[in-house]
């Protein structure tokens, strides 16, 4: 009975593989529709099985899920062959069909053997790095997530050491914060350029999707990312202070928050230390502070000079700007992810740090509103900002309302790394406490989302329509006099002729 079945489930996979090589697209999106539902039902039968072997219960079903290598009851030929086939299927002329082949292999991961999962996992991971992949890069990246998320524990390290290093290599080769020379041919010719660029952030941006999983799930406990965590580090630095893409910066502060969680006290000291550094110099080459509309800015060019030399001169402003708001807000990740694992000497650092982008003096004045107040605004600079903005970006300037959400944004990080420090140290944030106290009672009495201005136009408005209502209850006033003193004249005149 059993032979029975097995033969026919083996005939059945032979059909469906043969249909998968049909030259009619739409027979082979039926057949690889087909053999993910087939899969589905075998991963079901080893999951069962799994579990019975275990002894049954919650505990086994979880342990058979997620640490116990697949049984399956496939025959290893049959396994191979369903593995080429769904691979070369990630190559099809039909997007449906790629599609479909990308969720068959999140179901074939759960029943083949080790050796298939690692040819997988190379041959998703080639499809991420390669730059002409880029219609369905996003497919493939989530074919390679899916498989970080799946595999039982138990292969962890192997493929962990088959992506690490290529994932690391492919933002070394396609990150644009590599050096200036990309920078200057942008400027030199800003759309030769810009579909591969693109393409080569959309890379970044998924191999270090990837390498977020591959650190939360495995690394604690795979040995290949143990020895990487320094390039892992470096790496990721880089991007976090890309001055092109915030998507990058953002990506990248996530990556070494997860990535600050399982480092060791020695390297994460290290970490703190570097971007307080770099903090500090990127602070000393902008000269100025970056926080709220208290900014000082240097001119010494005039507007002419301003606006010609601003793919060169507000080059370097624009990025040490960009710098130090990734670089705190990194800090902030790294804080309200690992804050009690700080010393003193790094809390007397950050805090300082944090606290100039919460002013309480900013909070009452609403500074993000007044910009344009602000005694040391000046639209030349503006204009060269957005001429540097535009050399970057390819677009134009940051607008007031994008500037401000931003600065909201910051301020709440820096709120949060405050929560991490009172939570998790509160004996070496005591010194602190006070300013935090002050910080934070300022920015609760203040809602940088309320118009403070409109308010204040609503209260005029009201007063003119006020006056409005006076003056034209006057004019009926004498209007009605007027209509009295025609009656009674016309009243006197009626009496006379009567008479």
């Known amino acids: 009975m059993s032979r029975s079945s097995g033969s026919s489930g083996s005939t059945n996979f032979n059909d469906l593989l043969k249909k998968t090589e049909h030259y009619d697209k739409d027979e082979r999106y039926m057949a690889i529709s087909d053999l993910c539902e087939a899969l589905k039902r075998n991963a079901a039968q080893a999951n069962s099985a799994n579990i019975a072997t275990a002894g049954g219960g919650a505990a086994a079903a979880a342990t058979a899920t997620a640490v116990v290598a697949p049984t399956s009851t496939i025959d290893s030929q049959t396994e191979r062959r369903i593995c080429t086939a769904v691979l070369s299927l990630l190559d099809d002329s039909s997007n449906d069909v790629q599609t479909v082949a990308v969720k068959t292999l999140s179901v074939l991961l759960t029943t083949v053997q080790e050796q298939q999962v690692i040819e997988i996992a190379d041959r998703l991971c080639t499809l991420v790095l390669d730059l002409s992949k880029s219609d369905l890069r996003d497919v493939y990246a989530i074919g390679l997530k899916t498989l970080v998320e799946t595999i039982p524990a138990s292969m962890g390290n192997v493929v962990s050491h088959r992506l690490i290093n290529r994932l690391i290599d492919g933002i070394h080769t396609n990150s644009s914060s590599n050096g200036s020379a990309k920078h200057a041919a942008a400027a030199a010719s800003p759309s030769s350029s810009s579909s591969e660029d693109k393409s080569s952030e959309e890379i970044v941006l998924a191999c270090l999707n990837v390498l977020t999983d591959l650190l939360t799930r495995f690394g604690s406990t795979s040995t290949s990312i143990g020895m990487q965590h320094e390039s892992l580090l470096t790496v990721a630095l880089q991007c976090s202070t890309n001055p092109i893409s915030s998507r990058l910066r953002k990506r990248a502060g996530v990556t070494i928050g997860v990535l600050a969680t399982v480092i060791s006290d020695t390297l994460l000291h290290r970490l703190v230390e570097r971007i ?224």
């Open 276 to 499: 307080l550094d770099q903090i500090d110099l990127a602070e000393g080459g902008s000269g100025s502070k970056s926080g709220g509309g208290s900014k000082k800015r240097a001119r010494n060019a005039s507007q002419k000079q301003k606006v010609a030399e601003a793919s060169l001169s507000s080059l370097s402003s624009a990025s040490s700007s960009t710098d130090i708001q990734s670089l705190i807000r990194t800090m902030c990740t790294v804080s309200g992810a690992v804050g009690h694992r700080l010393n003193q000497g790094h809390i007397d650092r950050i805090v300082p740090i944090f606290l100039r982008f919460v002013d309480p003096s900013d909070a009452i004045t609403g500074d993000d509103e007044d910009m344009n107040e602000d005694e040391n605004y000046d639209s030349d600079e503006v204009m060269a900002d957005n001429a540097a903005a535009m050399v970057l970006g390819g677009g134009g300037g940051i607008s007031e309302d994008a500037a401000a959400a931003a600065q909201i944004e910051l301020r709440e990080s820096c709120f949060a790394g405050f929560e991490s420090f009172v939570l998790r140290c509160p004996t070496l944030i005591q010194p602190h406490l006070d300013q935090i106290v002050l910080s934070s009672l300022a920015y609760m009495r203040y809602d940088p989302n309320y118009s403070y201005e409109d308010e204040n136009n609503e209260d005029g408005e009201e007063e003119d329509v006020i006056e409005e209502d006076d003056d034209e209850f006057e004019e009926e006033e004498e209007e009605e006099e007027e209509y009295s003193d025609e009656d009674d004249m016309s009243d006197e005149e009626d009496d006379e002729n009567v008479s």
